[in-house]
């Protein structure tokens, strides 16, 4: 039911609170509940109360030398220890319920759904690095519309268009030049005539193609693409010749 690791108080302070309170739930029912042994709860018990010592002993200016800074540490590292083992153990299987986690000032689980909506907004590209049968490129928000699409990646469509094609009316055709990578008979008319595709979520990607792209118009377009696939309008279409 938890399996949120930033549940522990990360100051020292906060997590002699959060036991304190625990050794109150659980130290004052006989025999504990959720199947605790009695002999764990007094082990909590005397970590605790040797960290509150350690720590009140490392604060005082007096007292506070290398040694006892170190022990203070080795205190909070055995009772945090035990707080994370006692955790897993009982606080789990069966799971506790909702006023059980608020009791031991543990969060319960969010079972609201949160929607992810489609993404809004136009990706750009621009080309910034060449290399043989390679392009770099970066990624760039073209509109604000409010959209979330730092988070989303980009779906990058492309095709290859070999030197002198003519531009047609008519949907280009696609072969394919090499494992996955297609070659169109015309130049592309529209995003939508790109039959490659690759996700990334990187801001600086590259495009490695074969060797056999060396020379050719590789177009390029992309859009920005939610968790679930679901894909935001088109960017403009870039072009540039493969080295």
């Not at 969060?107 to 136009?122: E, F, L």
């Not at 074969?210 to 118009?217: H, L, N």
Request: net charge neutral; glycine share 6%.
């Amino acid at each position: 039911m938890m399996n949120n690791t930033n549940w522990l108080p990360g100051k020292r302070e906060a997590q002699l609170a959060m036991v304190g309170n625990w050794t109150f739930v659980i130290g004052n029912t006989n025999p504990p509940p959720w199947g605790i042994p009695a002999t764990d709860v007094s082990d909590l018990q005397n970590l605790y109360g040797e960290a509150i010592t350690a720590l009140q002993t490392a604060q005082n200016t007096e007292q506070r030398t290398p040694f006892v800074t170190a022990q203070c540490k080795a205190a909070f590292e055995a009772l945090t220890a035990k707080m994370r083992y006692i955790k897993s153990r009982y606080f789990l299987t069966p799971p506790l319920t909702d006023p059980d986690l608020v009791s031991l000032e543990l969060k319960p689980k969010d079972t609201t759904h949160t929607p992810i909506p489609v993404p809004v907004n136009q990706p750009g590209i621009e080309m910034t690095k060449w290399a043989p049968h390679t392009l770099g490129f970066r990624r760039f928000t073209a509109t604000n519309l409010g959209g979330g699409e730092s988070d989303y990646g980009i779906r990058v469509y492309y095709a290859l268009v070999a030197p002198g094609a003519i531009t047609t009316t008519e949907k280009p055709s696609a072969t394919r030049l090499a494992a996955e990578v297609y070659i169109l008979s015309a130049p592309p008319q529209t995003p939508a005539d790109l039959p490659n595709s690759f996700f990334t979520r990187r801001y600086n990607d590259l495009l490695e193609l074969p060797p056999e792209a060396s020379g050719k118009t590789c177009y390029l377009a992309a859009r920005f693409e939610n968790s679930k696939g679901q894909s935001g309008p088109w960017g403009t279409m870039i072009q540039a010749v493969i080295p």
